[in-house]
C-alpha cells in the first residue's frame, strides 16, 4: 500500500473536551485528554493530509505539519468547524464535545447560599458532526462513539441517526483504555462494514484507524 494515501487531501479533525462556563471561573466538562484526537492528526500528516486540528483545552504539543485553533466551549467548537470545512474532504470528530451547557453563564463568581441544594439549568448544545454530516457537499465525516454499555448498539444507532460515513467506537467503562488512558481499543463500522482494532498505544491505533479511513474514503470517492 502507498505509504502517504492521504496526499492531496485536506482533513479537519476536532479533539479534547469542551468547557461550558457556569460562571467567571467555573465550568462543566470531562476527561478527554486529547491524546486521541492529536494521536490521529499526527498520523493523517504522516500519511499526507494537510491537517487542521480544532482542539478544546489540552496540554498537548501540536504535531508536526499541524495546523492548530484553541476553543473551549462547544459553542466555539462548532463554530471554528463551520469556518474552517470550506475545501476539506474529510472531517473526524473525536472531540468529547459536552451535550448540554448551562443555560445562564452568571457574570460574577456563584455565591454559596443557606440551600443545601443548587439547581442548574441546561440547554442542548448544537451537534457538530450531525451538522457537518448534514451538508450537501460536505466532507467524508467520520464520528466517535464513547460509550459505557451496549457499544455495538449504540454506534451502529450513532451512524445512522447522524448520518455518518465511518463510527469509531470505544467502551469507556473499562479500565485502560478511553478517556486519558495511553491506549485504547476500536471497533469501527460503515454502512455494510465493520473491523475491530484490539487494545494497544493510542499512536498506534491512529495508524490503524487512518488507514482505514483512507481505503474507505478512496473506495467511496
Ligand atoms: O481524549 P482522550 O483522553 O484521548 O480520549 C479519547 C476519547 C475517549 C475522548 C475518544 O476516543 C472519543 O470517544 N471521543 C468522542 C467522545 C464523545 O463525546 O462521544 P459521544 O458518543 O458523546 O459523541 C458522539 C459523536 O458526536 C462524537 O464524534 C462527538 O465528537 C460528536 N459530538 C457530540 C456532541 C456534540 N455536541 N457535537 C459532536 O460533534
Not at 115 to 140: C, H, M, Q, R, Y
Request: net charge negative; with cysteine.
Amino acid at each position: 500500500p502507498p505509504t502517504r494515501p492521504l496526499a492531496g487531501l485536506r482533513l479537519l479533525l476536532t479533539a479534547g473536551p469542551t468547557r461550558e462556563a457556569l460562571d467567571p471561573v467555573r465550568f462543566l466538562s470531562n476527561h478527554s485528554s486529547g491524546k486521541m484526537g492529536f494521536a490521529l492528526a499526527a498520523a493523517a500528516a504522516r500519511m499526507g493530509a494537510e491537517v487542521t486540528l480544532v482542539s478544546g483545552p489540552v496540554g498537548l504539543a501540536t504535531p508536526p505539519g499541524v495546523t492548530r485553533i484553541e476553543v473551549e466551549s462547544a459553542r466555539q467548537m462548532h463554530e471554528a468547524v463551520m469556518t474552517h470545512l470550506a475545501d476539506q474532504q474529510i472531517f473526524i470528530a473525536c472531540a468529547a464535545v459536552a451535550d448540554y451547557a448551562p443555560r445562564e453563564v452568571a457574570g460574577h463568581k456563584i455565591k454559596k447560599t443557606a440551600s443545601d441544594t443548587l439547581v442548574i439549568e441546561l440547554t442542548k448544545n448544537p451537534d457538530i458532526v450531525a451538522d457537518v454530516a448534514a451538508l450537501p457537499e460536505g466532507p467524508f465525516t467520520v464520528g466517535f462513539a464513547a460509550e459505557t454499555r451496549d457499544v455495538e448498539k449504540y454506534a451502529l444507532d450513532k451512524l445512522a441517526r447522524k448520518g455518518l460515513d465511518m463510527i469509531a467506537a470505544n467502551d469507556v467503562a473499562k479500565n485502560g483504555q478511553g478517556f486519558n488512558s495511553d491506549d485504547n481499543a476500536l471497533s469501527v463500522f460503515w454502512p455494510g462494514g465493520r473491523a475491530d482494532l484490539p487494545l494497544s498505544a493510542k499512536s498506534e491505533l491512529a495508524g490503524h484507524l487512518m488507514t482505514l479511513i483512507a481505503d474507505r474514503y478512496h473506495d467511496t470517492h
